[in-house]
């Protein structure tokens, strides 16, 4: 039975598709709008209502959630006014788009909250999925209840760019995870390991560093870098072997070239005796 808050969701991709999938399981009626018809089916048969267009499905409930391709169709489909709708916006962008959507949003008589899923569709309607918005405390509070029906929520602050803002930063944090394991598969595939082979060893190191990230937090954010674990000239003279290792291997040198260009200009700017965190200062130059 349908009792919660009416809500529309736009967009029914993988992960569109997931989100109102887990409105309708908790009992919100949910209206859908999709350019392919075909893919609300599934939604249909579930009790979900299909909008013929995009300002139909905005016109069916307060809370209008958008997850499309790009901020293009985000255009697109919030044609016309959207007095007293609360937008939420799930789709991928820049803080700059995202906070010019809100002023348009806005300037339309509706409420925007910009947001980033940090899960895979599955996962969505979970706990394990947890979901960072940003925007107006009042019409977050205002809608937590509902949002929480698709996994865990998180309110970054008002300004409606930090939820894109902190999806660039977590994006960043995990092609650098994964380069860095298929940089050391690279190596060790040189040897005949397998990267299978390799994975409790990477699974162990990967979270030994995750254990560091409090203590290199405050560092960063204090602008001290204690040579608790290894000075800049210790890392960069076992930089210098995986450097010149990758070469003999005749493995990609790319990444481990960057890390220690990156660690060299570190030492030159003083840290030669400081900790790994100094290179935080080097990130944050132009």
């Not at 481990?256 to 944050?284: C, D, I, M, N, W």
């Amino acid at each position: 039975m349908h009792t919660g808050t009416p809500v529309t969701v736009l967009g029914l991709g993988l992960m569109g598709g997931a989100l109102a999938g887990a409105f309708l399981r908790a009992g919100h009626p949910t209206t859908v709008w999709n350019r392919t018809t075909a893919k609300a089916d599934d939604l249909v048969a579930r009790g979900a209502t299909l909008a013929g267009s995009p300002a139909a499905a905005i016109a069916a409930a307060p809370l209008v959630v958008v997850c499309v391709s790009d901020y293009g169709a985000v255009a697109d489909v919030l044609d016309g006014p959207l007095d007293g709708r609360v937008v939420v916006n799930l789709t991928s962008g820049t803080p700059s788009r995202a906070r010019a959507l809100a002023e348009e949003v806005a300037r339309r008589g509706g409420g925007y909250l910009d947001g980033g899923i940090m899960a895979v569709p599955e996962a969505v309607g979970t706990a394990e999925a947890v979901l960072a918005y940003s925007g107006p405390q009042p019409l977050y509070d205002a809608h937590e209840s509902t949002l929480g029906s698709l996994g865990t929520g998180l309110h970054l602050g008002d300004d409606p760019g930090l939820s894109a803002t902190h999806e660039m930063a977590t994006l960043v944090l995990m092609w650098g995870m994964l380069n860095g394991f298929l940089n050391a598969a690279a190596i060790l595939g040189t040897a005949g390991v397998s990267a299978s082979a390799y994975l409790p060893i990477a699974q162990t190191a990967i979270g030994t560093v995750a254990g560091w990230l409090p203590g290199y937090a405050r560092q960063a954010d204090d602008g001290i870098y204690p040579a608790d674990d290894g000075t800049i000239d210790t890392h960069l003279a076992a930089m210098t072997h995986v450097v010149e290792e990758c070469e003999s291997l005749g493995v990609n040198v790319e990444l481990p070239r960057l890390v220690k260009a990156l660690a060299e200009r570190a030492a030159t700017a003083g840290h030669r005796a400081s900790g790994y965190v100094a290179l935080v200062e080097q990130f944050r130059k132009p």
